[in-house]
């Protein structure tokens, strides 16, 4: 594992978020990143992914509130939430996503238990 997630936390319903990903040993620029997310005893699902030259895909769930971009000057790849609501709460992760770069991105089964970072933990409650 080698990105790490950040950003996360207790927020109200209707409040917003910009979560945040990172890899302290290589370059995030050429890679298709994915965000993906576990709410309590429910399976991981995927968000959304970026390609490397940017273009984004999402899940239809998302519905325009959530937003996936990079900024290649500060090596992280983002994830905006917006709108949320107590049933978006769980653990969002991110990790490379080369099905983005064909539009099949955002996939949790072609990923190993192992793979996955430690995640940050968004918690939306009044």
């Known amino acids: 594992v080698d990105v790490v997630e950040s950003g996360g936390g207790l927020v109200q319903p209707g409040g917003s978020l910009k979560l945040s990903c990172t890899a302290s040993?290589?370059?995030?620029?050429?890679?298709?990143m994915g965000w993906f997310r576990q709410a309590p005893g429910k399976e991981r699902e995927g968000i959304g992914c970026?390609?490397?030259?940017?273009?984004?895909y999402y899940a239809d769930f998302v519905k325009g509130r959530f937003t996936v971009s990079r900024d290649r000057a500060k090596n992280m790849v983002y994830l905006q939430v917006n709108s949320l609501q107590p049933e978006d709460t769980a653990v969002y992760y991110c990790?490379?996503?080369?099905?983005?770069?064909?539009?099949?991105?955002?996939?949790?089964?072609?990923?190993?238990?192992?793979?996955w970072g430690k995640g940050t933990l968004v918690t939306v409650s009044s």
């Open positions: 040993t290589f370059s995030l620029d050429n890679y298709a």
């Open positions: 970026i390609t490397a030259n940017e273009k984004t």
């Open positions: 990790i490379g996503d080369p099905g983005c770069e064909y539009g099949v991105g955002f996939d949790p089964d072609l990923y190993g238990m192992d793979e």
